[in-house]
């Protein structure tokens, strides 16, 4: 056997070597710790059984049967499924940062739990692993797959083997690439239900009781609804907050939150410490900052007193939504 073939075959038996090692850990782990430590690892155990009845073990055992070194081409089939294999990832990995911190409280304030810790790694099963060891486990193998997929397609030089093994390799990159996705949306959601309870709604007023109540009801503006005009997967962001004075204003003092559609105007309420909406949202798909002719810092402040007082002018169809927030953000720094 050539040398690239002992080394394609060496980095092949590390593969399914490795996935076997990692399931009988997943079954320690499984066995002494609850969900608050390791999230859903049943659900990941269960994927990763799977995986090697069908993906893995058939591709040992015909080695075994016939002698013929393994083929890597029979990786296709679990490979490119990643994405339907291994779902479970997406919620372990979310939730892992807050295991973590749940473990952490736990080994600064109760002495019980230390007790248990300590017992379970001292098991021999464990391997001297330590907890924190078992919390990292999934994370950093769901992350290996593309090493050792790469180090097989280093050690192969048939065509047809290196086709597949770099549509195997895509598929399983294109597989984390999505749960770096998964975790920033939810952090984006996360970010945005902070920032709606931090903001209370503005008041509108009517010329009577029945059209107060009427534009009450039309005018509700809730920061964690979709945002107008794009698909529900584009998140609502903060992306930038800055503290105003307003010359000549009853309320002068203001906080503005810039969010990727919406200018917020908000006064601080000290007794909730909450932010209360002073002025009407301002859409950015309708407002436009004017530069004056004059740069000057000063020809800016005083352009920026004439938008304020007139509501913005409507925006003009060339202007870009990059191009409306660098004005809005230079707005917000020019007349703090």
């Not at 490795?18 to 009988?24: A, K, R």
């Not at 499924?81 to 372990?92: L, P």
């Not at 009427?214 to 907050?241: A, W, Y």
């Amino acid at each position: 056997m050539a040398k690239m073939q002992r080394n394609q075959q060496a980095a092949l038996w590390e593969f399914i070597s490795t996935e076997l090692s990692y399931i009988n850990k997943l079954k320690i782990i499984k066995d002494v710790t609850p969900e608050l430590l390791f999230s859903n690892l049943p659900s990941i155990l269960q994927a990763h059984q799977q995986f090697w009845l069908e993906v893995l073990y058939p591709m040992l055992q015909e080695v075994r049967r016939t002698g013929k070194p393994f083929d890597p081409t029979r990786l296709e089939p679990g490979c490119l499924q990643f994405h339907e294999r291994f779902s479970a990832y997406h919620d372990y990995c979310w939730e892992e940062e807050n295991n973590l911190e749940f473990t952490r409280r736990q080994m600064e304030s109760n002495p019980l739990f230390n007790a248990f810790v300590q017992w379970v790694e001292d098991q021999p099963q464990c391997e001297r692993m330590r907890l924190g060891d078992m919390q990292a486990k999934p994370h950093q193998r769901i992350t290996k797959y593309p090493l050792l997929l790469k180090s097989v397609l280093e050690n192969t030089q048939q065509p047809h083997m290196e086709l597949t093994l770099r549509a195997m390799l895509s598929s399983v990159n294109r597989f984390l690439e999505g749960i770096n996705h998964y975790m920033q949306v939810k952090d984006d959601e996360y970010a945005l239900s902070i920032s709606a309870q931090r903001v209370e709604g503005y008041e509108v007023e009517g010329i009577n009781e029945e059209i107060d109540k009427l534009v009450r009801e039309i005018c509700q503006f809730d920061l964690t609804c979709s945002i107008s005009g794009v698909g529900s997967e584009v998140i609502r962001k903060l992306l930038l907050e800055e503290n105003l004075k307003v010359r000549g204003r009853k309320d002068s003092k203001l906080v503005a939150l810039l969010f990727s559609d919406v200018l917020l105007l908000t006064k601080v309420q000290k007794k909730v410490e909450r932010l209360k909406v002073a002025r009407p949202p301002l859409a950015l798909d309708r407002t436009s900052c004017v530069a004056l002719k004059d740069g000057s810092e000063k020809g800016a402040k005083k352009q920026v007193r004439t938008c304020t007082k007139c509501r913005f002018s409507r925006l003009k169809s060339t202007e870009s939504s990059e191009r409306r927030i660098e004005n809005l953000s230079a707005y917000i720094t020019l007349v703090r």
